[in-house]
């Protein structure tokens, strides 16, 4: 079972959840922040969206669908389902359709996040399926705000902070994950996983201050970062310092703006400073921060 949004259901114990649930198979389901309201998509049915109350174990509705659903996401004003090639949008009040866009890039993994602020209603999905393109849709109006060229190959995970006014990327590559303003497109920062391998993200997430960003994948390990402060701590950054490492390391950050732009970004991207090691690896996972 794989739950596509951040905020866990806290209107009622899990337990009560999952006895609502044993009797089929679920591949989805989508917390409406902390009510009791869910949206399940079980295995034997993947075109039909259910709209359940777990409370009441109540059905509340069906909505069937032309193809397989691949993810579902919610905020107070929309609730978006993703196809492999269209996203459709519904008012969340009664659930009508108000804006269907068609003809996307193939998306057979649902890599899609709305934002949970419905004042910044921003949805985003890739732009291409070769390229790290992302488009910033506002599903509040129905009209495309941009695209951002995020990475050279294809995207594996995208995520919107609290406020929508930030989304993390990551490329299937898995060794550089950037930030970027939903406003306008502007880079804010790059935090590096590692060098030795590339892996699969499964999942990004800020913390509620947006100071944090976490992102798991089918290693043992989540890696945390710390945004925006990168270069205020690391060695060097401080005027006047007349430790021998942090000159050298002033020396080398300053011979490194006249290499090549690539060059310059690896001095430049961020490190994790904490990380949680999991029990074991290349199970699906997704993490989260509070």
Same mark, same amino acid.
Not at 58 to 72: D, S
Not at 228 to 234: C, H, L, N, Q
């Given at each position: ?109 649902? $890599?899609?996040? /709305?934002? &949970?602020?419905? +004042?910044?209603?921003?949805? #985003?999905?890739? %732009? ?95 890696? $945390?970062?710390? /945004?925006? &402060?990168?270069? +205020?701590?690391?060695?060097? #950054?401080?005027? %006047? ?50």
């Amino acid at each position: 079972m794989k739950r596509t949004g951040n905020r866990p259901p806290m209107g009622y114990p899990l337990p009560r959840l999952a006895s609502s649930l044993t009797h089929e198979e679920i591949c989805y389901f989508e917390p409406y922040f902390l009510t009791s309201l869910i949206f399940v998509v079980s295995v034997n049915r993947p075109r039909v969206l259910q709209v359940r109350n777990y409370g009441r174990n109540l059905q509340i509705r069906e909505i069937t669908f032309r193809n397989p659903i691949l993810a579902v996401k919610c905020n107070r004003k929309r609730v978006v389902v993703c196809l492999e090639e269209a996203l459709i949008i519904h008012n969340i009040s009664d659930m009508q359709v108000v804006y269907t866009v068609k003809e996307t890039a193939p998306n057979p993994r649902g $890599i899609i996040d /709305l934002s &949970a602020n419905e +004042e910044n209603c921003f949805l #985003a999905y890739p %732009g291409a399926n070769h390229i790290g393109e992302v488009i910033i849709y506002d599903a509040a109006i129905g009209q495309a705000r941009m695209m951002i060229p995020a990475h050279d190959s294809p995207l594996a995970a995208i995520a919107f902070n609290n406020s929508g006014t930030k989304i993390a990327t990551a490329s299937e590559k898995g060794t550089v994950i950037r930030v970027f303003s939903t406003l306008d497109g502007v880079s804010l920062s790059e935090c590096r996983r590692g060098l030795k391998r590339c892996v699969s993200i499964f999942s990004l997430a800020f913390s509620p201050d947006s100071k944090y960003l976490c992102a798991s994948s089918n290693t043992e390990t989540v890696h $945390i970062f710390k /945004l925006g &402060a990168a270069s +205020e701590s690391e060695p060097g #950054a401080a005027e %006047g310092s007349s430790s021998p490492v942090q000159g050298w390391m002033e020396y080398f950050r300053r011979a490194a703006s006249n290499l090549h732009n690539q060059v310059t970004e690896l001095f430049s991207q961020g490190r994790s400073f904490a990380y949680v090691r999991l029990p074991c690896q290349e199970l699906r996972n997704i993490c989260t921060l509070t």
